[in-house]
């Protein structure tokens, strides 16, 4: 018998060895970031994608960014000038005399984690308050309940994008990712996730249905802003949805859900502002706080096109590079330095230019009111333009196509 237990004593022995040593290395590879006295937290991270069929993948995809998507809570104080008569503005045409009047209201909409420094993204009209008020209290409430005060840091009402931050509060949950909006197609999966009509984490689901979309949407003072390149989902979008992301089936956001059309009458039919335009716009933001009106985006006035043979033949243009004017606007910084249809923009402050892409791209990010020299070949002859740059219009955003033009 103690023949016997003696071999099994000394393999048990050596075995508890080589347990304990794993464990060693173990803990020194998976526990070396736990919070300790020299250690910091470990970094928050979003879940992991998982394959699978597409219901996976957009359960996946929902638990990925949820935890990022934020309530956004407005209460507004303002004053409003009321008819001492209430009949006349029924048999008056609200001519009669009006007094003022002190009114509070509330509002809610949806936003996502931007950035790790506690921006976060949602549409300027949540945040803006109609005419003759002011935001008296701003809160955005996390997925985990937690209700954190927070401020505007700046807006774009006719981009209907705006950047809320919170300040000072450690469990911020992990960033989102943008993904390539120019890359799209029709049918692929659209996820809405927001807060709709007060309901916490509430999940659509649909298709991008259509690009390019243009629809006028009411602002917070009875007037309408013309937007257009917008994507269009199938996702159901509901008031308070607003500001929220719609997702791909990858868990990145392709856009900032905005609106719907006619509420009441059309079904299935939502829009959001493309997430390559919120990158843009964003950017802006970050860089000029406060409450702008405009885009901040260099604007030329003129529709560029790539140059082809059919092109060529029609303007008589056999040199190498440059991309030519197919119109120009009147009363535009194009039409101030005489850039006419059929010019070919060959160079611009010494750069030269082959693609309309990277000629818009060039003209973009040159601020308003700063000049560009462009060498131009006019009918056979070169000459130099010189145009101040303007900025690009709310209502001319839209994806890359053929013509283009800022």
Known sequence: MKSRIF???????????????????????????????????????????????????????????????????VAVNGQQMVPTDPFSQFFGN???????????????????????????ITNAHVVTPPRGGSISKLEVVFNNGDHWPAHVLSTNVNADLAIVKVDGYNKLPPAVELAN??????????????EPLELQRTVTVGVVSGFNREEPIPDENGGVIDFKGLLQTSAPINPGNSGGPLVDINGRVIGVNQS?????????????IPSNIVRTQVANLESNPGVHQGTNLGFIGASLVDLNANIRK???????????????????????????????????????VNSSTQLIGIIKATKPGQTLRMQVWSAGTRRMAVVQVGERPANLYQPAQQPQGP
């Open 7 to 73: 071999p099994t004593l000394i393999v048990g022995l050596v075995g508890a060895i080589i347990g304990s040593f794993a464990m060693m290395v173990f803990a020194s590879t998976h526990f070396a970031n736990i919070a300790g006295p020299n250690n910091t937290p470990p970094a928050v991270a979003a879940a992991a994608i998982l394959g699978g069929s597409d219901q996976d993948r957009i359960v996946s995809a929902v638990k990925r960014v949820e935890p990022s998507v934020v309530a956004i809570n």
């Open 94 to 120: 609200g001519a009669g005399p009006q007094v003022p009047r002190q009114y509070r209201a509330k509002a809610s909409g949806s936003g996502f984690i931007y950035k790790s420094n506690g921006e976060i």
């Open 181 to 194: 909006s120019d890359s799209l197609e029709a049918g692929q999966w659209a996820i809405a996730i927001g």
């Open 260 to 272: 719907t059309a006619a509420p009441g009458q059309a079904q299935g039919i939502g829009f959001a």
């Open 314 to 352: 029609q303007i008589g243009y056999q040199g190498q590079g440059g991309v030519a004017v197919a119109q120009v606007v009147d009363g535009t910084p194009a039409n101030a330095a005489n850039l006419q249809a059929g010019d070919v923009i060959l160079s611009v402050n010494g750069t030269p």
